[in-house]
């Protein structure tokens, strides 16, 4: 294993790269766990007779390296793809380039249990590690333990993707997974945080009360960046509701609020404010569900027959066949522009 701190280290490990047919890659993040906001650690690679560990925190930009993700020549293996993906670009506007993504694989295969720990344990009998899997990646040093758990999955990535792959050509299926890489890797790629719109029950709310929630939710990230704390940590949603239900009119009982961070104490006046002080022309139109026509409605339910049939005989799970949202759209536009090939030929 080779950890890399230095541009130097970077840039012979990323020339070893660039000669490779197939890397497995992985990363650490910090995601609202210990500190505030969402961002990369540390990004694990590996080849057939090298594991890379390459530090994010202490490099600051790894442009070699995202050039190697870039590099359409090269296959990308990741497990459970779509967050690491929304983080790089984010982050880096990054879009790596010809991807293969193993939990889909699994997916195609019929597998149940498609977490990675779990298809380790099928394939090859390895336990995978909790010991760090709440650890805090931002700390320096790390030791020698933590960079040992890092490179495993990565280390076991590549001979699974290499099984996923055989079994999925025995059934003819390794086709219509690379083509559903091929869709996740140029659809569009946004990270977004939870936000006041995505709050339980949010659309039953009363305006007056939406309004106090995007008071509160917006407050609550300004203080929680302030004080590197994940926004929970501030107020937890439990707590939102409740000051939803009874919002603390007085600033004394903002002052003494319990089960809060002492930053929102220390805000009392604002937070007074954001439950006093509200403007409902600032909430965002309500989303208009489409309305079938009987037609429309008979439409919809003949074609989740038909994925249900096709997946039950593939042994796999209906959404693969055709999601809900490639129903409305065949429905609503009365094309069936939104399949990819595969399942054209499955369905048509």
């Known amino acids: 294993m080779q950890y890399i701190t230095t541009q130097k280290e970077l840039l012979e490990a990323t020339k070893h790269m660039g000669e490779q047919q197939v890397l497995a890659v992985d990363l650490e993040c910090e995601n609202n766990l210990h500190h505030y906001g969402t961002y990369i650690s540390l990004i694990q690679v590996s080849c057939q007779d090298t594991d ?13 390296l995202l050039e190697v993700f870039a590099n359409p020549s090269i ?16 982050q880096f506007g990054c879009r790596p380039k010809n991807l293969f993504d193993t939990q889909l694989g699994a997916l195609f295969l019929g597998k149940t249990e498609i977490g990675l720990g779990a298809l380790l344990k099928e394939y090859y009998g390895v336990q995978k590690e909790r010991k760090y899997q709440m650890a805090d990646w931002t700390k ?38 690379l083509e559903e890489c091929q869709f996740i890797e140029e659809s569009e790629m946004t990270y977004k945080e939870n936000e006041y719109t995505d709050f339980k029950g949010f659309r039953f709310l009363p305006k007056k009360k939406q309004a106090i929630l995007k008071n509160l939710f917006e407050l609550r990230e300004e203080v929680a960046q302030k004080v590197d704390m994940p926004n929970y940590f501030v ?59 009987p037609e429309q409605k008979e439409k919809t339910y003949e074609l989740g027959v038909k994925a249900q049939s096709v997946a039950e005989r593939l042994g796999i799970r209906k959404h693969l066949v055709m999601n809900k949202d490639q129903i409305q759209d065949i429905v609503l536009n009365n094309n069936y522009d939104s399949l990819r090939d595969w399942q054209k030929k499955l369905v048509l």
């Open 235 to 293: 107020m937890s949603n439990a707590r939102i509701q409740e000051i939803l239900d009874r919002p603390p009119l007085k600033i004394e009982q903002w002052k003494h609020l319990k089960a809060v961070h002492p930053a929102v104490k220390r805000n009392a006046k604002r937070f007074l404010e954001a439950v006093t002080k509200f403007d409902v022309s600032q909430l965002p139109e309500t989303k208009k569900h489409p309305k079938y026509t």
């Open 75 to 90: 296959k990308k293996v990741f497990h459970d793809v779509s967050f690491d993906l929304r983080i790089l670009h984010l």
């Open 140 to 177: 320096r040093p790390l030791d020698q333990g933590m960079l040992s758990y890092a490179t495993k999955d990565t280390k076991h990535l590549l001979p699974l993707y290499f099984d996923i792959k055989k079994e999925l050509e025995e059934k003819e299926r390794f086709d219509w997974v």
């Open 52 to 64: 890379w560990i390459v530090d994010v925190l202490e490099l600051k930009t790894i442009d070699p």
